[in-house]
Nanobody, 115 residues
Framework: QVQLVESGGGLVQAGGSLRLSCGASGTIFSIDVMAWYRQAPGKQRKLVASTTSNGGTYVSDSVKDRCTVSRENAKKTVFLQMTSLKHEEADVYYC?????????WGQGTQVNVST
């Protein structure tokens, strides 16, 4: 069974930085899309950033100048480096992987922004 495990979330002060990681395990091949979403309670899940196997990247306009998405294919891992975090970005962050026509979601990692 495929599992996605996110890590790196936690509590940071406004203006601080976090680096989120998501690693895939289990039987998974031909990974294409690796992406990060965030979701606040009662609201829609929103795309933050994504990467594709051919090297394409996308970062949402709201965080484009402060976030970088990257991946290590050999480790089946995707990263999200976030800087200058804002209060409104305190959400649960979810990892998504698209592989062989299937979509997999992680359980989410909580990001809290204080002060």
């Amino acid at each position: 069974q495929v599992q996605l495990v996110e890590s790196g979330g936690g509590l940071v002060q406004a203006g601080g930085s976090l680096r989120l990681s998501c690693g895939a395990s289990g039987t998974i091949f031909s990974i294409d899309v690796m992406a990060w979403y965030r979701q606040a309670p009662g609201k829609q899940r929103k795309l933050v950033a994504s990467t594709t196997s051919n090297g394409g990247t996308y970062v949402s306009d709201s965080v484009k100048d402060r976030c970088t998405v990257s991946r290590e294919n050999a480790k089946k891992t995707v990263f999200l480096q976030m800087t200058s975090l804002k209060h409104e970005e305190a959400d649960v962050y979810y990892c998504l992987i698209r592989a062989s026509g299937s979509t997999y979601w992680g359980q989410g990692t909580q990001v809290n922004v204080s002060t």
